[in-house]
């Protein structure tokens, strides 16, 4: 069995920060891939940011400058630090992990937690 919990949302004003964090435990060998998405009311879900285990990354582009994901490949945890929040960036922040190779994704999500934003 391998869970996936989140934690770290919340309300905040424009301009504020919130750190999202989340661990992953169970029968895990090594996690490939950690990331966020978000999905926000009426929206398709779509990737906010990823760490490959190596440490290479990739952010969406209305969050570069702003967020910053890391990890810690010994604990499987990883974070979000979301900085200058913009009502746009109101979402269920989901995070996921990936378990598997190149072309064959072994994908655990977390329950979400709410992000909320006001101007």
């Known amino acids: 069995q391998v869970q996936v919990v989140e934690s770290g949302g919340g309300l905040v004003q424009a301009g504020g920060s919130l750190r999202l964090s989340c661990a992953a435990t169970g029968s895990i060998f090594s996690i490939n891939v950690m990331g966020w998405y978000r999905q926000a009311p009426g929206k398709q879900r779509e990737l906010v940011a990823s760490?490959?285990?190596?440490?290479?990354?990739d952010y969406k582009d209305s969050v570069k400058g702003r967020f910053t994901i890391s990890r810690d490949n010994a604990n499987d945890t990883v974070w979000l630090q979301m900085d200058s929040l913009k009502p746009e960036d109101t979402a269920v922040y989901y995070c996921?992990?990936?378990?598997?190779?190149?072309?064959?994704?072994?994908?655990?999500w977390g329950q979400g937690t709410q992000v909320t934003v006001s101007s």
């Open positions: 760490i490959h285990r190596s440490g290479s990354l």
């Open positions: 996921y992990i990936d378990l598997g190779g190149i072309g064959i994704p072994i994908v655990y």
